[in-house]
């Protein structure tokens, strides 16, 4: 745990306020995601969905200039502050034979982008 405050809503509190400093200036998301060791990572599947659901709101409800979304990170990787201890990817890394698998954050978001919606 990076002890970072945790709230998925507050994307979309960021974009809002955003917008309101700088009326139709295009926003691209990047490096937004979540530390979560535990198998499975239930944090990072409730983190990713509540936050898309914030970007979602952004984009249909209230028509802010939203050109992308980028979840940090793909891959679990090196954190300058707390080593390979934290794991950020979609998709865990085991750093003994770097094979690569799944995280259930990954899947969830998968299925966000297989469906091209978030479920209701």
Known sequence: DMEWS?????LYAVL?????WA???PMLITEHGVADGRVPD???????LRSL???????????LP??????????????WAKG????????????GTL?????????????VIDANRLAS
């Open 6 to 10: 945790l709230d998925p809503a507050s």
């Open 16 to 20: 809002v306020q955003c917008a309101r």
């Open 23 to 25: 009326p139709g200036l």
């Open 42 to 48: 239930t944090r990072r599947v409730e983190f990713v």
């Open 53 to 63: 659901a914030g970007l979602r709101l952004a984009v249909v409800e209230r028509a």
């Open 66 to 79: 939203i050109l992308g979304y980028l979840h940090w990170s793909l891959l679990d990787n090196f954190e």
């Open 84 to 95: 390979f201890s934290m794991r950020f990817g979609l998709f865990r890394v085991d750093y």
């Open 99 to 111: 094979e690569r698998s799944w995280t259930q954050g990954g899947l969830a978001y998968k299925g």
